[in-house]
């Protein structure tokens, strides 16, 4: 199926057509074309031009309204106001574009793929082996998945990353006092639950950190463990893998939950750089980008300085030889770069952490390894916080677990399903219930632009009412409700037939979801497409409300009018398919 031409794009080419006609020796002008409350579109782009070209902005958008070839597309445009153009499409043409859209059997809408795309590298979603998620690693992982799917609609290749922790001195504890408490990870009944799992190497978690608090010769083995596992003998890692395990099978667990695809060939967690660490260190003293201060390897920033006024130097390598955070991070630039060959490397993390990205990527650069034709960016996200506007936790003041979180968000969204349903089995009032119930956290989140904080309030986020994704779940079962009930009547375009405002305005929104889709790729902002289908809900609800659909007056109107709620409900299901939201057919 070819791609469609949305009316916007067509308008502009039309206008900026007619702008080149008008003032050849200004060559290719854009006309600045956007949606408008006084017409269809509107063009700013004369004003500016005029003035470059020391015209008379109205005299010139005259001269280009009389070169405007309209065709079957435009209806009329006439000047406004010091220059502006108010452009009104045919209702033919809003009828033929979205009838393009609906024959595309590929569930694009007609939506085009980037002509040459590259290569992201995409690190979200990065919890740690032996600790349970908390509700601190919620947005990572939400906003990271629909960044990526809003990245491979639009045609870019999609490298995914889960950095996790899975490395570090902890883990020299955890393999010592399993090595001597070597039955502490059976399972009696073999097959254990993701929660089980994770319940066991809490409990052996503790265990261990209360032994090595308490007895020092168990400290001095721990610690030697730690240079066993660095140094990779066999045995060591054996049992640092079983942890790994143990751990992914709980992860698997909370993602499948948040509905999310985490694919183990995804997971390359701190221990993946391993081998790198010595020669990104040797890389960065011999090129001169970092140097050794008090036994450390420090790269220095002349704008990064502490309380005291002194500067705060990236620390890559410690005095007693253990690597930090920074060397970790900067091999997986090396490997993200020259090995996988990105073109941009996106981190789905922490706004806390901005200042250690900031620093790592300036040592990057220094070194060679980012350059202009390789962008490394922080999508930094805020803190959830709690109604009372403070970081969110339990009533005992403790961090709130993940699963706790999506379990509640499930029991809320089962009443409110089982409140609406009147045909509804048990069975299906659960399976609603879990799809509305993660389609409302994920919505809270992915409708807050990332960099800002935002309140947790299950109340509002499953609500019918306002800006939820249940108001357009319901919205998308009422359409399928309408269809279902048409009896033998079918959708079908009728492009002769006059459209109401209503319609209209339902029409245009739709055409401009390809639009929606490609900016909030490109910025990285799902926020941008939760916005727009919102807007699409309540312009379907309000259409509803002005246009009989199963009552209208003819034939033709009827299936005119099914067509439009059906090209609807498609552009709902997808885009928020790509927010990672399912939209049941019936609530």
Known sequence: MASVTSLSDSVH??????????????????????????????????LALAKKEKANPREL???????VES???????????????NVTVTDRAITRNLAARYADDTGRLGVPRAERPGTTVIDYAQPNVAKEMHVGHLRSAVIGDSVVQLLEFTGEHVVRRHH???WGTQFGMLIQYLEEHPHELDHESGEVSGEEAMSNLDRLYKASRKLFDSDEEFKTRARRRVVDLQA??????????????ESKIYFFSVFEKLDMEIRDEDIVGESGYNDMLAETCRLLEESGVAVRSEGALCVFFDDVKGPDGKPVPLIVQKS???????????????????????????????????LHFKMVFETAR?????????????????????????PFKTREGETVRLVDLLDEAIDRASAVVREKAQDLSEEEIAERGTQVGIGAVKYADLSTSANRDYKFDLDQMVSLNGDTSVYLQYAHARIRSILRKAGEARPAAHPELDLHVAERALGLHVDSFGETVAEAAAEHAPHKLTAYLYQLASLFTTFYDKCPVLKAETPEQIENRLFLCDVTARTLHRGMALLGIRTPERL
């Open 13 to 46: 080419q039309r206008l900026a057509a007619a702008l080149s006609a008008a003032l050849p020796q200004a060559g290719s002008a854009d006309p600045l074309l956007r949606r408008s409350d006084r017409a269809d579109f509107q063009a700013n782009g004369i």
């Open 61 to 67: 958008a005259t001269q280009v309204v009389s070169r």
């Open 71 to 85: 065709g079957e597309l435009i209806k009329d445009v006439e000047v406004s106001g010091p220059g502006f153009l």
């Open 164 to 166: 996790i922790g899975d």
């Open 232 to 245: 990779g003998d066999p045995q060591t890692l054996a049992m640092w893998q079983k942890f790994v395990d």
């Open 320 to 354: 007693d030889g253990g690597y930090g955070y920074a060397a970790t991070d900067l091999s997986a630039i090396r490997d993200r770069v020259f090995d996988i060959k990105a073109n941009t490397l996106l981190y789905v993390v922490d706004a806390r952490q901005s």
């Open 366 to 390: 220094r070194a060679g390894w980012l350059n202009d034709d390789v962008e490394a960016v922080q999508l930094a996200f805020g803190t959830i916080l709690g109604k009372d506007g403070k």
